[in-house]
């Protein structure tokens, strides 16, 4: 029986993916603790702590695969600790005493810590994979866009000509800034923890310092420069920028949503056959997958909330702050690998309606087209006094249901100044769309010198 949509069969395929349930499994995690365990051991052998002999067995047992979950919960329960149960299976897997060198000198949060950092080494992985796919997609569009001229919006109407290439290299370009933050992390997130109780390292002996280095090479993972038992920093700096790409593939989301609308019409994500939109209205082709983006884009934040609060760790150890990391780092990570899955399939298979787009630039019969006929003008009779003849031009033609040529052309100081063939021109979106196709050229250009895409 399951509850949680990240686990049930019915949901969790808009929550997460199947590969970011296997790294944040519970097998998964108690397979990092026993790669601690097993790592520890070897390196405490080739120092001479532990006799070689049970650091071998303890690396060759140190498999879940071999281990009762079922058995492991049931004891977890009755002995009210997370890990004891698992070191104790553990040692009853090894042959006879060897199985006392299992845990020889670690805290719980040692295990806690260091196994988050392999399981979030792991998703880290995944995710940029995942964001350089979304990425390709986004680039391919504003290359393949960067002449299409659609309607810019602001303040949610519509207010000068755009190109819809341009939009996706405004989405492409904040997404680089992302995947250069996560970059940037890596170093200072992926550590590990070896500093016993209190982080002291008073368990480990004189090669403490030796031992952790060794052990933390075996493991791939950084060395800390001190205890990071009440400094949650690391992981919460992970999550916030989990935080910030799912804010941008939400914002992303709901734009293709409402470009999306019937009365829009410019953007489509794919529609499959058997797809159904509704119980009720046969004809409806919901935007389904990218409205999810949206609900996982809002739901992240909270995790980046609770990250937040696990950061007010008390004195030298607090595990009520560590075990809320416990919820809000997997689901943040299952999270985002669902809304870069999703946005990879609904980009690659995006249907952009560029006749559409080009019908919706005369949507407001040519008043969409003022600033250029303003700077027009203003050649003849100056800025502000050209901004008032227009904007008045424009008030009286939408009020007075006109065209803003017809309302042009009821003033004289205008009808002076542009004559009908300019102000033709003047009107046409499709040549107004500034350096929309140089400047994708440009960021298009950048990103293929830096490499990342390739």
């Not at 040692?110 to 680039?139: C, F, K, N, P, W």
């Not at 700077?375 to 249901?401: D, I, N, P």
Request: glycine share 6%; hydrophobic share 45%; proline share 3%.
């Amino acid at each position: 029986m399951t509850s949680s949509v990240f686990d049930q069969s019915l949901q969790q395929h808009m929550w997460t993916t199947d590969e970011m349930r296997a790294v944040f499994s519970e097998e998964n995690r108690v397979q990092k603790w026993f790669d601690f365990e097993a790592a520890l051991a070897l390196e405490q052998a080739a120092l001479g702590i532990i006799p070689s002999a049970a650091a071998s067995e303890i690396a060759a047992r140190a498999n879940v695969a071999d281990i009762d979950m079922a058995a492991l919960a049931h004891e977890t329960r009755r002995v009210k600790h997370p890990l004891v149960p698992a070191v104790r299976a553990l040692q009853r897997q090894c042959a006879s005493e060897l199985g006392e060198f299992v845990h020889f000198g670690p805290t719980s949060q040692d295990v806690y810590d260091t196994g988050m950092m392999l399981q979030v080494r792991e998703a880290h992985r995944i995710l940029m994979r995942d964001l350089t796919g979304v990425s390709r997609e986004l680039y391919r569009l504003a290359d393949a866009h960067k002449h299409t001229p659609m309607a810019g919006r602001t303040h949610s109407v519509q207010a000068l000509p755009i190109t819809f290439g341009h939009k996706c290299a405004v989405w492409l370009s904040e997404l680089g800034r992302h995947h250069e933050r996560m970059l940037a992390l890596e170093d200072r997130t992926f550590v590990g923890q070896m500093v016993g109780a209190v982080g002291t390292k008073a368990s480990f002996g004189p090669q403490a310092m030796a031992l952790e280095a060794r052990l933390m090479a075996r493991l791939g993972l950084n060395v800390a420069d001190i205890s990071w038992q009440p400094a949650r920093d690391r992981l919460g700096e992970y999550v916030s920028v989990l935080g910030l790409i799912g804010a941008t593939l939400g914002k992303i989301a709901n734009a293709i949503m409402n470009l999306e609308a019937d009365e829009v019409g410019e953007l489509a994500e794919p529609f499959v056959e058997g797809k159904v939109g509704s119980s009720t209205m046969p004809h409806k082709r919901n935007p389904a997958v990218v409205e999810t983006v949206v609900t996982l884009s809002r739901a992240i934040r909270y995790s980046v909330a609770m990250m937040h609060d696990a950061q007010m760790a008390e004195h030298e150890r607090d595990v009520a702050a560590v075990r809320m990391e416990w919820k809000a780092v997997p689901e943040a990570c299952m999270m985002a690998a669902a809304m870069l899955q999703m946005m990879h399939y609904a980009l690659s298979g995006l249907t952009v309606n560029a006749e559409r787009m080009r019908a919706n630039l005369d949507l407001l019969g040519g008043f969409l087209m003022s600033e250029r006929v303003m700077f027009a003008l203003s050649e003849s009779v100056g800025k502000q006094t050209a901004h008032e003849r227009v904007y008045a031009a424009a008030m009286q033609g939408m009020e007075g249901g006109l065209t803003f040529e017809e309302a042009l052309r009821r003033d004289a100081t205008i009808c002076e100044a542009l004559d009908p063939a300019t102000l033709k021109q003047l009107l046409d979106p499709a040549t107004y769309v500034g350096l929309a196709p140089e400047i994708v050229d440009s960021l298009l250009g950048k990103i293929r010198a830096s490499g990342w895409l390739d």
